[in-house]
């Protein structure tokens, strides 16, 4: 049987290879030999894709390929968190509940260029989807709630949505990192809500504090969060808005109607 997942790498790719087409034939010479797009499930770019639907007692696989197998802390199960997702299933957090860690992963790490994206319902405005680094400035990568609001933050300066989904509802949210020099959050990186560009809140000063991840933290998800995570990916690369238009659809497509609540 063909998986939810599988099916969505085909409506993904559908979706990836219009828009990417339109812009190769603007630029290629004639008689360039065809490029095609790399569908988003086996991106060599993904380095961390987590589905939440393959739980082995404290372990949730990795899909990306590279083995970034998720435990939790404390030999506790995950059976116990794995709950209907947007995507097959997801894991429900508590915030004072076990770490879920992905042993030896540091994440992109320096001024690397990145993606992080996943499928997030929630009622309440504190907690991390994602995060890792080194505990200084510009060197952590913290990716979940800021000031109440989903947003990014290296320690030193911080960016956010303006509006809040802390509504009990699938929101599919992403920040991208681009490709500079020296990125910072004000000039570099851009958020996403339900595929489309998030209005953020005004920018102050820290804000263009350059962005720099260490590696001294390994990737920790969903610490402090309450509420479920589905389909957690870190791509090492900055995505386009029609790719995350791609997997906003793919999550839209195959909701599932199991879960607890409203799936708008």
């Not at 790399?38 to 961390?48: M, Y």
């Not at 991390?128 to 979940?144: A, R, T």
């Not at 990186?189 to 595929?195: G, I, Q, S």
Request: include cysteine; aromatic fraction near 8%; glycine fraction near 10%.
């Amino acid at each position: 049987m063909i998986s939810l997942h599988k099916l969505g790498v085909f409506a993904a790719v559908a979706t990836v290879l219009c828009a990417n087409t339109q812009s190769q034939l603007a630029h290629e010479p004639s008689g360039a030999p065809e490029q095609r797009p790399v569908p988003l499930d086996s991106d060599p770019h993904l380095i961390g894709w987590w589905k939440f639907d393959e739980i082995d007692g404290n372990k949730a696989a990795d899909s990306s390929g590279h083995g970034h197998d998720a435990v939790v802390e404390g030999g506790a199960s995950l059976k116990t968190q794995s709950v209907p997702g947007r995507m097959g299933n997801s894991l429900m957090f508590v915030e004072q509940g076990p770490v879920v860690r992905v042993p030896g992963f540091k994440g992109v790490t320096g001024t690397a260029p990145r993606t992080v994206c996943a499928w997030v319902k929630t009622s309440a405005d504190s907690g991390e989807i994602v995060s890792w680094g080194s505990n200084d400035f510009g060197k952590m990568w913290i990716f979940g709630h800021v000031r109440g609001r989903i947003g990014v933050t290296p320690k030193g300066g911080y960016l956010y949505i303006n509006d809040s989904i802390a509504d009990d509802k699938w929101h599919h949210v992403a920040v991208v990192v681009h490709e500079a020099e020296k990125p910072n959050l004000h000039d570099d990186v851009r958020l996403f809500k339900d595929a489309v560009p998030a209005v953020i809140h005004d920018i102050g000063l820290l804000d263009l504090w350059p962005i720099d991840t260490g590696s001294d933290i390994e990737v920790r998800i969903g610490r402090g969060f309450k509420g479920l995570i589905d389909d957690l990916r870190i791509y090492d690369r900055a995505l386009s808005e029609e790719e995350l238009t791609a997997l906003f659809k793919l999550g839209s497509a195959t909701k599932n109607d199991k879960t607890k609540g409203d799936h708008r």
